[in-house]
């Protein structure tokens, strides 16, 4: 009896193992992305072609403190702790062709986005392509200080939440 209770906890393990490595593997595995996609998927509305933002990209060149919210009500909190970030601060520099450097969802490498309008008035950084695309993120605000984005992603949107950057002061 004993033995047949240790060959049910080993497949069990067996069992939960495979289950691991495969969820591991889903996680991982890299899907095509929407922007590569031409025409936009209906569940995109709005998405459309490039359009020029009314925001320049070398007015968002330069170092800022960065931190994150999920509830509006944290903003005011949120910018504080951007603020105390200076001393690392996230360097947003320009692109060779007339872009900005950033960093995409979930991308260890930054890469040269673009700032896009769009026919609705909103503004948003990212890969070339359809507006808004999947990579992108949403300029909810910017006052020159100040500047607020989310992910159009739903899923990065949840992880990342709002994210708030706050120019730093220059270096003395």
């Known amino acids: 009896m004993i033995g047949s209770d240790n060959a049910r906890v080993v497949a069990n393990l067996a069992i939960a193992s495979a289950l691991t490595i ?3 593997a889903c996680s991982s595995m890299s899907l095509p992305s929407l922007t590569s996609n031409p025409t936009p998927e209906p569940s995109e509305p709005g998405a459309g072609p490039e359009m020029p933002a009314t925001i320049r990209s070398d007015e968002i060149v330069g170092r800022w403190g960065l931190a994150s919210y999920q509830n509006p009500n944290d903003r005011a909190r949120t910018e504080a702790a951007a603020r105390g970030q200076c001393k690392q601060p996230y360097v947003i520099s320009a692109g060779t062709s007339g872009g900005v450097v950033m960093h995409l ?4 490498t930054p890469q040269e986005l673009r700032l896009k309008g769009s026919p609705s008035g909103k503004n948003y950084i990212g890969p070339a392509g359809p507006t808004p695309g999947e990579q992108d993120r949403e300029i909810v605000s910017f ?10 992603d739903k899923d990065a949107s949840v992880r990342y939440g709002n994210m708030v950057y706050i120019r730093c002061a220059p270096r003395a």
């Not at 006052?143 to 159009?152: E, I, P």
């Open 105 to 108: 969802a979930d991308q260890a």
């Open 22 to 24: 495969f969820l591991g």
């Open 143 to 152: 006052d020159g200080r100040v500047l607020v984005t989310r992910f159009v």
